[in-house]
């Protein structure tokens, strides 16, 4: 089956598994289509931010059609995968839309430990965790590592022995699961990224469809990676309403009971990544990369938008969850935004659902808002 994205066409296995040849046995996933626009688009933008930046490693190809999408855009691109197969398609894919880049059968990991080899960008995109493929990564990339995440069930405390085990952090099961996984997520890869002195700051992270994606520019100075363990910290959650607190650092000091109902159910979260997952003038050159004929330009602009104006706050909270626990109607979210402005609060929506809010107000300031 063949596939056009971006200008680029290759061949693919069949949605069933079916088919015969190289293909058939190749991992394509069409849903993942709004990931690789926002990963040109990324691209595009970052080499504005970073001129320098010229090589990138598709270091978990399969078909190759995120790298040969990154060659399409004029990157050096080098496209690995283990499976002999994917690389067989692979290098037919590039091939057949004659683009220039190097396809690898190689492991990630030996690939991106090869001392003969330096990417200035790294995309890793396995099949769940990223965890087995993040030391290589920081240990070598130059300035940008891109990481996808499909295990969000342990990710976002759902399977919690798994996520403690593979994240070395306490997942919660909150109801901004979403935003819980994405901040483990960064926290084990900044805490990851320390271990060779390079400090990460995050300029775009989305979830969607039930992956996380991150992009983290790289700074390699050991005051950088400091001031990126800094960005770490605690969530002390209250089970029995949604009252939420957060703390920065390394040592968590749970209150023994909710601020706000009292309850002694608070459970701890952490250690997370308090800090920025965006940077807005990043996001907004994204936005702008964003062609009019890609497959999911109306998506990925509004997913991007989005993005740019969420607040810095760790956490969101869900209207329907608010006005739920105050046995009331829910409202309009552009009403229920406009009373917690009107009461001086600082109120966006957020990309982790239609009715989610970011505030720096607590929950008893957005009750008071829209009492
Ligand atoms: C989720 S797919 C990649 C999808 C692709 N990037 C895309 O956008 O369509 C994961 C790929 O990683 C490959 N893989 C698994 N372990 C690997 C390793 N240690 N090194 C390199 N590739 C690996 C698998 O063979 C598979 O093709
Ligand atoms: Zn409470």
Redesign the pocket.
Known sequence: MDVTEGGVTVE?PEESGGGEGAASG????PT?EL??DV?VAALAAYREREPRAESYL??????????ARAAANGWDATL????AD?VELARENLARNTLDGEVVE??????LHDHDRVFDVV?I???GSPI??ADAAFANARNLVCV?A?DTAPLCGAHFESGVRKYSAVPRNTEYHAEMGLRVLLSALARTAARYDVGVTPILSHVSDHYVRTYLDLSHRATDANEAVEELGYVYHCQQCLHREHEYGLLADAPETCAHCGGPQVLTAGPLWLGPAHDREFVAAVHEQIPDDAGSAKRARKLLRTIEGELHEPTHFDQHRVYKQLSEPAIGMDEFLAQLRDAGLAATRTHFGGTTFKTDGTLADVEDAIA
């Open positions: 693919v190749v991992f394509f996933n993942q990931n690789r990963t598709d270091a978990m190809a399969a078909s190759g059609i995120r790298g690995a995968d283990l499976d994917a190689r492991d990630a990991n030996s690939l995309d995109d396995p099949f087995p493929f996808t499909t």
